[in-house]
């Protein structure tokens, strides 16, 4: 992980990090072969963090997010994440650490009044 990631710190930096790391384990999951009879479960949730993605890059900040959608993509992942504990891969539990990641972000700013310029 990042040696400065920190939840507790909104910033563009610490946000973006989140993102890539949540599209990056979502992503592969769509892509690897162990992976395949859920594969069509992955985009879904992949089209869902594109729109929320999408709000807070338009937004610039991570309030703009509805807290139902979040909770919605959480629960996906809980289930994907639950269904595939057999194999031996971890795509799904790191998908759903960043985006737990991205709601203590969100809640941090919601906390802070809005998203730290600062590092």
């Known amino acids: 992980m990042k040696e400065n990631f920190n939840v507790g710190n909104p910033s563009k930096e610490n ?3 989140a993102f890539k ?10 892509k690897l072969d162990i992976y395949k009879e859920k594969k069509e479960d992955f985009e879904k949730v992949l089209v869902e963090i594109n729109e929320i993605l ?3 890059v338009n937004n610039e900040n991570l309030v703009s997010i509805d807290e139902q959608k979040l909770q919605n ?3 996906d992942l809980i289930d994907l994440d639950t269904e595939t504990k057999a194999l031996k891969s971890y795509f799904a539990e790191w998908s759903l650490q960043w985006l737990e990641a991205i709601m203590s972000l969100r809640m941090s700013e919601i906390k802070m009044g809005g998203v730290n310029n600062g590092r």
């Open 21 to 30: 790391n949540l599209i990056f384990y979502v992503t592969g999951a769509t």
């Open 15 to 17: 946000i973006d990090y």
């Open 54 to 56: 999408a709000i807070y």
């Open 73 to 75: 993509i959480k629960f």
